[in-house]
């Protein structure tokens, strides 16, 4: 075993057997997906199983445990537990309005000075993606004080405590409140008061996806028909919602003091009662958002952590006692199920056979992206069979003809709703570097048939309008 994983992390298993079958899982589940690159932590109670890297980065390095990546969301769970420090201090109440601690913090909706901390951990406060686009903004805050300047601007989409909406400016004055209340930056007490005593010497945060590449971290992937594509995420500001770094060694120790009610050997974090606040969702609504955290129906937590280049899952079997964390140099991509490689391990943990899907994941996107080649193929000839069209448009009535040629404008009108849809299906708002970095196989598919049939419609009415000034000339 020492052999088998020197110099890529370390692994220690109730069973070598068990850790051969998630390292085989792993390796073939990478290779179905095509991801360059992956670090894995799994603990039970307050051991390593298991922690190991996958790959290389982008600039060629192999991977490790140690390997620092960006967590994203996961971060949202650090900052709920900073939160939760300065409660136990007595130094905040989580009933209390926000400007009690942030007097300056105001929004569009004389509704925003009851909005409370409890509501912003939980995310019911009312403020949204749709109401604040934060994602969209072509200036992008640079530090915690400008996100309150710009939340002015700020309209609530619901009464405060009310409903839940995930929305990372909740967090980010969430962070902004820990930095008022200690009297440190944010980072700051970060690596004070949670990675320090976490000993979590390959974690830090950073307030925006900019400074990622100024700390040394590589590029991550986007996918183009299924191929990962290095791709450097747009600008967006993140701290307190989605800047954490860490590596699979350090959040394995995140996971242990999850599961040993807030202690790290001889530190206790939080107190097991604070802890568990954490992990419950709030009462009096229908949402199950604990504090940077998803409880599922089994008493199961999870959250997922996403990135345009860089992505992470991580799962606490809070009934079996293990925590699994998943960390990706890839992005988001809608065919690449990254939850279901948690899954597959947690399955060999409880003894069973994971499924490795027989065609990989970008078969799907290839085929999907030959379609729309095809689709494209058959608009184009139809630029150069006007003359039969023009046959069939004076054999039909007038309004079908026209009907069917309105309908080839679906594809343009499709392609610039794009937005509207993102928004409409996730709730988010996304520009359109961002949609772009998701789907840009879809994006370019789709690009090339509405501009085929748009060339179909010119050629139509053009040889329309010259047949018919020439029927009125003949006259």
């Not at 590449?213 to 991550?220: C, H, L, N, R, S």
């Not at 989605?242 to 394995?252: I, T, Y």
């Amino acid at each position: 075993m020492a052999l088998l994983f020197a110099g890529t992390g370390n692994a220690q298993a109730q069973s070598g057997n068990t850790v051969e079958k998630i390292d085989r899982y792993l390796t073939a589940k990478m290779a179905s997906n095509k991801i360059p690159a992956l670090a894995v932590a799994v603990v039970h109670s307050d051991s390593v199983i298991f922690s190991k890297g996958y790959g290389v980065t982008s600039d060629g390095k192999a991977v490790n445990a140690d390997t620092p990546f960006p967590i994203a969301s996961l971060s949202k769970a650090f900052t709920g537990v900073a939160v939760m420090q300065l409660v136990e201090e007595g130094k905040v109440v989580l009933d209390s309005p926000v400007v009690k601690y942030i007097p300056s913090f105001e929004i569009d909706d004389p509704r925003g000075a009851s909005i409370t901390v409890s509501q912003l951990l939980h995310q019911t406060s009312g403020l949204a993606d749709t109401g604040f686009p934060d994602m969209t903004f072509k200036q992008q805050a640079t530090n915690l004080d400008e996100v309150i300047v710009l939340l002015k601007k700020a309209k609530l989409v619901s009464k405060p405590g009310e409903t839940f909406h995930y929305h990372n400016p909740n967090y980010e004055i969430l962070a902004k409140l820990v930095e008022a209340v200690s009297g440190e930056r944010f980072s700051s007490y970060l690596e004070n008061h949670i990675f320090n005593p976490l000993e979590m010497n390959y974690t830090w945060d950073v307030p925006n996806t900019k400074s990622l590449y100024k700390e040394g971290i590589a590029k991550g992937y986007t996918f183009f028909v299924g191929e990962p594509i290095v791709a450097k995420d747009p600008e967006w500001f993140v701290d307190g919602a989605a800047g954490v770094v860490s590596s699979s060694n350090d959040m394995a120790n995140w996971l242990r003091v999850q599961l040993n009610k807030g202690r790290f050997k001889d530190t206790e974090l939080l107190s097991a009662e604070g802890l568990a606040l954490t992990h419950k969702a709030q009462s009096g609504n229908e949402s199950s958002y604990a504090m940077g955290w998803n409880l599922n129906r089994d008493s199961s937590l999870y959250h997922g952590g996403i990135l345009w280049t860089y992505s992470s899952e991580q799962m606490i079997y809070t009934n079996d006692g293990y925590g699994i964390v998943v960390l990706f140099n890839s992005g988001i991509k809608p065919l690449v199920d990254y939850y279901s490689f948690v899954d597959g391990i947690h399955e060999i943990l409880e003894g069973q056979e994971p499924d490795v899907s027989s065609l990989p994941h970008w078969f799907f996107q290839v085929c999907g992206f030959l379609v729309f080649l095809i689709a494209f193929g058959f608009a184009v000839r139809r630029i150069f069979r006007v003359k039969e069209w023009y046959q069939k448009y004076n054999k039909r009535p007038l309004w079908l003809s026209w009907s069917y040629l309105l309908l080839r404008l679906l594809p343009l009108i499709l392609l610039l709703s794009m937005s509207w849809i993102t928004t409409m299906l996730s709730g988010r708002v996304l520009n359109w570097d961002g949609i772009f970095l998701m789907m840009s196989d879809f994006i370019l598919g789709l690009g090339l048939i509405a501009l085929a049939n748009v060339l179909v419609v010119f050629v139509r009415l053009r040889y329309l309008f010259r047949n018919y000034k020439g029927s009125v000339a003949a006259l």
